[in-house]
């Protein structure tokens, strides 16, 4: 068994930090209020049906949530709001939501301004290692066109066509 301390571990992490991906909210409502998390770690899953899956940490509040309700959000952010990604990879429960606005749309928080959204129903939870990946039947989507945030290296950024 492999722990966080491990080499393995550590050339993973290093391998995984190498990889350019998007950077999204996932949101969801309990009991009336928002709530939300940053993750990197989301993909199409599949076009007919439109399916996504995104991984949420064991441990996670959104995770229970999202178990609960049987539904979510995924905020696609864009090359601007590099912020709000800071801002829900915090904890803090409701309080990443102080000060951002946010419509309802299928049940599900939309943050205003996103490259796209997808609101979701749960499909099915399957238990990864210290995450569970989530497949979601993708209800309503919408994109808005601006260029994504991505993570790479540790760092924001964006996609640039290669010339």
């Known amino acids: 068994m492999t722990t966080a301390s491990t080499p393995l571990t550590h050339r993973f992490r290093e391998v995984m ?5 998007p950077v999204s909210v996932v949101t969801a409502m309990a009991d009336g209020l928002p709530h ?31 178990r609960e309700t ?17 801002n829900f990879a915090r904890k803090g429960g409701t309080a990443k ?3 951002i606005g946010f419509d309802l749309e299928e049940t599900v928080p939309r943050i205003p301004g996103a490259a796209g959204f997808l609101a979701c129903g749960v499909a099915r939870l399957v238990d990864g290692g210290d995450h ?8 309503t989507a919408d994109a808005a066109g601006a260029p994504p945030l991505t993570y790479h290296s540790r ?8 010339g």
């Not at 930090?17 to 991906?21: D, K, L, Q, S």
């Not at 439109?50 to 995770?63: F, H, I, T, Y």
């Not at 049987?70 to 709001?81: A, C, E, H, I, K």
């Not at 569970?132 to 209800?139: P, S, Y």
């Open 17 to 21: 930090a190498a990889v350019c991906t």
């Open 132 to 139: 569970v990946v989530v497949l979601g039947d993708v209800l």
């Open 36 to 66: 939300g998390t940053t993750v990197s770690a989301f993909a199409s899953l599949s076009m007919d049906p439109p399916m996504v899956l995104v991984s949420l940490d064991r441990g996670s509040d959104l995770l229970a949530i999202v």
């Open 70 to 86: 049987g539904r979510f959000g995924l905020n696609v952010l864009g090359s601007s709001q590099s912020e709000l990604a800071l």
């Open 97 to 99: 939501f102080t000060g």
């Open 155 to 162: 760092e924001f950024g964006t996609h640039a066509a290669l």
